[in-house]
């Protein structure tokens, strides 16, 4: 197993740590396990001067899978955005064609009361959102701060999708949908844009292909009211790379804290690109209080998608799961009776209950 390790900026580099620790627990001697870790983000600016050196983009290329804490630094607030931090990860998505974001939403029953919505709203969310992540208005040209005639500045940037690239991740919401409840709903903009007319044209000619899928379409603002008034609804949700960023963070609230929020950027084949939704989180960086969650069940998914472990990722998803379940919690998703505690502590609570488990089963087969 060859994995690139990408901690970039801020708490990304607290919450991956956590991840390696859950990774090497859960995977054990069994099969030999490589680990590279690389410079992204603001980190990789100071040093190399670029938000993604050359040398990264090898190693994450060399490997099977990569696991990436996040990138964004505080400075990026005062230069261009292709000049910032974020900007390191935004290249590395597209360099390497992962294309296809999920962005699973799923609440674990003992984070109920974490939710700031009503229990009976989230109890039983489980859904899918897969965002486009290499077009849109991040990619599209022209795009810049020019000066006009008038000698005013007009900012531009470009909404652009092909058919083909809204045919491919058609065909991963499509896809997912199939494995799961069979219900893809397309979330676009086109009674105002162009683009997303023809967003809306390709997905229902790829729609053909699946007719066991219901397809249902939504406008974005719509979208957004639906996931925060019904989101039970929802199956699989399919959108462009700027609508999915927004709608993903707002459905992170359904799961009770962005802090719980996986995520895997696949391509053509199955190398991913595993990182946590929530960015780097600058003001709480480096105090040991950041929700290592995410960062680990994203760990799960490379499990799942990138080696076929199916087993492994279950006992890490039961892991977080049990953690849960005897009251450990970060402060993000703090309740009253429950024991907080920081980052390191709540990976060694994961780790345990890997440990516990693996435990219990050799017992269980002797
Ligand atoms: C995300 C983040 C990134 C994005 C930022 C850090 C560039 O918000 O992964 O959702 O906009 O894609
Ligand atoms: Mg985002």
Redesign the pocket.
């Known amino acids: 197993m060859k994995i690139a390790v990408l901690p970039g900026d801020g708490i990304g580099k607290e919450v991956t740590a956590q991840a390696v620790k859950a990774l090497r627990a859960v995977v054990g001697n069994a099969i030999p396990m490589e680990m590279t870790e690389a410079a992204i983000g603001g980190a990789a600016l100071d040093t190399v001067g670029t938000a993604l050196p050359e040398e990264t983009v090898e190693i994450a290329r060399k490997a099977d899978a990569i696991l990436l804490g ?3 630094v505080p400075e990026d607030e005062h230069r261009p955005p292709k000049d910032g931090a ?2 390191g ?2 290249r590395l998505r597209k360099a390497l064609g992962l294309y296809a974001n999920f962005r699973p939403v799923t609440l674990f029953p003992e984070l109920l009361s974490a939710s700031t919505l009503k229990p009976e709203v989230v109890d039983g969310v489980d859904l899918l959102i897969i965002r486009e ?1 290499n077009g849109d208005l ?1 990619f599209g040209e022209p795009r810049g701060i020019f000066k006009g005639d008038d000698g005013k500045r007009y900012g531009i940037n470009t909404m652009h999708y092909s058919e083909g690239e809204i045919e491919r991740i058609a065909h991963s919401g499509f896809q997912a949908a199939m494995r799961r409840n069979r219900k893809l709903c397309s979330v676009d903009k086109s009674n105002v844009l162009e683009t997303m007319m023809l967003w809306r044209e390709v997905v229902i000619e790829v729609g053909k292909q699946y007719p066991e899928v219901e397809l249902s379409h939504l406008y974005v603002d719509a979208a957004s009211m639906v996931l925060i008034r019904n989101p039970k609804q929802f199956d699989v949700i399919v959108t462009g ?1 700027v609508f999915g ?1 927004i709608l ?2 707002a459905a992170a609230m359904l799961a009770g804290s962005i802090g719980m929020l996986p ?1 895997a950027s696949l391509g053509a084949n199955n190398k991913g690109l595993y ?1 946590p ?1 929530h ?1 780097t989180a600058p003001d709480i960086a480096g105090k040991d209080i950041a929700n290592p969650l995410a960062a680990i069940l994203s760990a799960a998914m490379m499990l799942r998608h990138s080696f076929g472990m199916e087993e492994h990722a279950a006992r890490v998803e039961n892991a977080v799961r049990s953690v849960l379940r005897d009251g450990f919690r970060t402060a993000d998703i703090r309740e009253p009776g429950c024991t907080t505690v920081g980052t390191v502590a709540m990976g060694d609570e994961v780790v345990k209950a890997l440990l516990r488990e693996a435990t219990q089963a050799t017992v269980a087969a002797s």
Do not use: F, I
């Open positions: 996040g990138t964004g974020g900007n990860l935004l992540l991040y790379n960023d993903s963070d995520s990182e939704v960015g």
